[in-house]
């Protein structure tokens, strides 16, 4: 579990108690996905660790690929800044204005340092993760909820900062603490750790090698949400489809949270042998019982009205349309768990170049979607995003079954 996924709907409780909460939550949202969009390598830095993390010398090369990394995306970071650019990013690609482009704006600023933190979390997520610590990761991320929650109270009270922007500088000073603590917490541990000697020291060579394609399959879900708030912002009711597609999916993802570790948690069992196949049930498991709650609270109108509307504190049409785009996902969790135990059977075998083929799938799928309700259907911005995510994640999971079943047998023998 990480702050960023967990706590946007929290984030959004506090933001629709705000002057404006659509420009708020919309001009969040919008900010937030291109700052994930340029920390798209953090999507698979974890999973590059649980590989390639088999001893101190290892884990020295890892480093060092992976500070390269954390200046290219803090680079890319400042970019998106200029203001040249983010004239560009929301004037023409998100055709947005007014209250929403000036939040967007401001979120942008304070989110400057969150990619190249996020790929820093998430190498040491993957890295407690190797040697079977995962109380380590618990407690950072502990420590950044609190002080998420804690600066976003705290600056929404006080009026130091207004809309947008008491998210976005909430959850930097979240994430700087979590890695932070979660940097403090693993140093002993890792160093302690032997691992197996045997293993010849990687080259930043051959990790690039097996990066590259990982890096082109996260392009994909790094995208998705400016894509769809691209297209959102050209469709029917802009402003309050962006802010309700964001607090439904952001819901939807604190919900689903166990799903979210299904690929690591399965990578870390591969890499300590556990019989794949038993891997596989249990990551069901947790899809069945996740899409229980799930349903739970999507299909029973009052439990829905409680959630949305007295905690999330949505109201009007914006608690509507976000009801309805969290009805949208709900059939989600078993597809996403069995995706990344497919998609780990292929990270474990080290053949990442069919994750290429299946999000180039993905890929058409959400243009042909997008474009299509877009130009062709009356639909509103709520059912241009949330349904593409619907459809897309379900098809990656069908994408990734055909792709992936030969090699989960194969994984006992890596």
Known sequence: MTVVTALIPLLSAILTRTENPEAAIGGYGLALSVS????????????????????????????????????????????????????????????????????????????????????????????????????????????????????????????????????????????????ATLTAVAIQPLRKFEGTSNIAKPSIKSMTRFFSPLLFAALLPAGTHPILNAGMARSPEPVVSIAAVAMAFGFFQLIAVATNGTQNTALALFASKHDPFRVRRFALTIGVITFAVVALIAYIPPVTSFVIGDILGAEGRLKELSSTGFRLLSILPIALVMEQVYSAALMRTRNTRPLIYINILRLITLIIWVVATVNFTSLNGLWVGAGAWSLTLFLEAVYTWIFGRKYLSRVSSV
């Open 36 to 179: 994930m969009f340029v920390s798209l390598p953090q999507l698979r830095i974890q999973q590059l660790t649980l590989v390639f993390f088999d001893n101190s010398t290892s884990l020295r090369q890892l480093r060092k690929f992976i500070g390269l990394w954390m200046i290219l995306v803090t680079g890319l970071a400042l970019v998106m800044v200029i203001p040249q650019t983010t004239e560009f990013l929301l004037t023409t690609v998100f055709s947005v204005s007014g209250d929403l482009k000036e939040n967007a704006s401001d979120a942008l600023l304070w989110l400057i340092p969150l990619p190249g933190l996020l790929v820093l979390k998430m190498h040491l997520y993957g890295a407690v993760l190797r040697i079977s610590r995962p109380r380590i990761a618990w407690i950072g991320t502990g420590a950044g909820a609190i002080t998420t929650v804690t600066v976003a109270i705290i600056l929404f009270t006080t009026d130091l900062l207004h809309g947008s922007s008491i998210a976005a500088a909430a959850m930097t000073s979240g994430t700087l603490v979590e890695t």
